[in-house]
């Protein structure tokens, strides 16, 4: 094996999880060689909550500060009660975040964090960027494995001793077959997980405001000022902050629906909102119409249980390994937290790369599984109704602040194991 393939790393897909890897790479000495289907990089969605496990790491590959101008660092995560616009709880964040987890809670456009992550690939000559190329095909050879792409009718092939499939909930490397046939690969090797994405019976409901328009002057009669506020409903609920330095705010609704076209924008009856938000504050209504036309998502899942890794060399991460519900608003952090370790666990195993995966996705796993049941509870509560929104409510009412930021530091406090880590800067 050439001393090119037996260095580079291979990417399909260029979004939060593809760029990060790209950089964990390269900051631990190798090549890499990173696809993109999409004929230009575009942000899908609009905004985004990185809590410090995410922004540390950002912070360690060198693009926080090319992000910081653009985000902003909310003072607290406020829940209402979406009927009465009663504060129900508040969790600190802003300077508290920092001196308790190390590292800043921001807020910010998804195409601001592209920006900066791609700010960053600019500057490292060992990472290739390929636009409109979509990864067709995989062949795994004894000690290296091949990627087919498609660029502009013809046919480009890369080979390296790894493949990181990195390219969402729609994943297609995450079922390709190494072998090019149906079923077992090449001595038996297949691809990482044959499963289709869910959908979870939830859509999102997006929408971004000026601050200055008649819908930001609503937010701001509503909303709590410079903070993630959460309105909760049985039938709904709403998150929305500030994006773009401020001058912005990002607001997303999540109702049950039925399934639409597969993608990060549709089209849904804007009646499934309207009815969802029966009974809410006159003025919370009239922010809801003020800030249409809204963008429709459906929120789709994989099965976790599937294979993330095989032992000739392939990758899944983020949405293309465990897409889950965005509940503990965690999806973009686990994209950052699987392409930084995964990283490691290679870098600190450069002789054994099927041990390095194996262990890489043992532990991810557990990590993983307890973030989206922190989710999972999060819906439960956010959706109550009755005697156990009562339960609820009171439960917030005696939990101080800073108790409910101590509940969240085996989240936000998380940091990438020294194990691996460290001796991935020791190998190379």
Partial sequence: MDDTRSRQVIIAGAGIAGLTAALAFSERGYLVRLFEQAPRLEAAGAGIQLSPNATRILRQLGVLDRLLPAAVQPEAVV??????????????????????????????????????????????????????????????????????????????????????????????????????????????????????????????????????????????????????????????????????????????????????????????????????????????????????PWAAWPVHTVDQRQPWTTPAGIALIGDAAHAMTPFAAQGAAMAIEDAATLAGFVAASPADLAGALAAWEKMRRRRVAQVARRGAVNHLAWHASGPVAVARNLFLKLRSPEKLAADLDWLYGWRVPESSDNSARHQL
């Avoid at 195409?111 to 500057?123: F, S």
């Avoid at 290739?128 to 290296?144: C, D, E, K, N």
């Avoid at 890369?158 to 493949?163: I, W």
């Fill in 79 to 292: 829940l209402k009660d979406a009927a009465a616009l009663r504060e129900l709880a508040r969790v600190p964040l802003g300077e508290a975040a920092e001196r308790r987890w190390e590292a800043p809670y921001l807020v910010a456009h998804r195409a601001d964090l592209q920006d900066a992550l791609m700010a960053r690939l600019t500057e490292q000559p060992d990472i290739s960027l390929v636009t409109g190329a979509r990864v067709g095909s995989i062949a795994a050879g004894a000690r290296h494995i091949t990627a087919t792409a498609e660029i502009a009718g013809k046919t480009v092939e890369a080979s390296g001793f790894l493949l990181i499939g990195a390219d969402g909930v729609w994943s297609t490397i995450r079922g390709l077959d190494p072998s090019g046939r149906n079923g077992s690969g090449r001595n038996g090797v297949s691809a990482p997980g044959k499963v289709s994405s869910q959908f979870s019976g939830e859509l999102a409901w997006r929408a971004t405001i000026g601050a200055d328009s008649a819908a930001g002057e609503a937010f701001a009669a509503v909303g709590a000022a410079g903070c993630v506020t959460a309105f909760l409903h049985p039938g709904f609920h709403l998150v929305a902050y500030p994006v773009s330095g401020g001058t912005a705010f990002n607001l997303v609704a999540f109702t049950r629906g039925e399934i639409i076209a597969e993608g990060w924008s549709g089209h849904a009856d804007p009646n499934i909102l309207a009815s969802a938000m029966r009974g809410t504050a006159a003025a919370l209504a009239r922010l809801a119409e003020d800030a249409g």
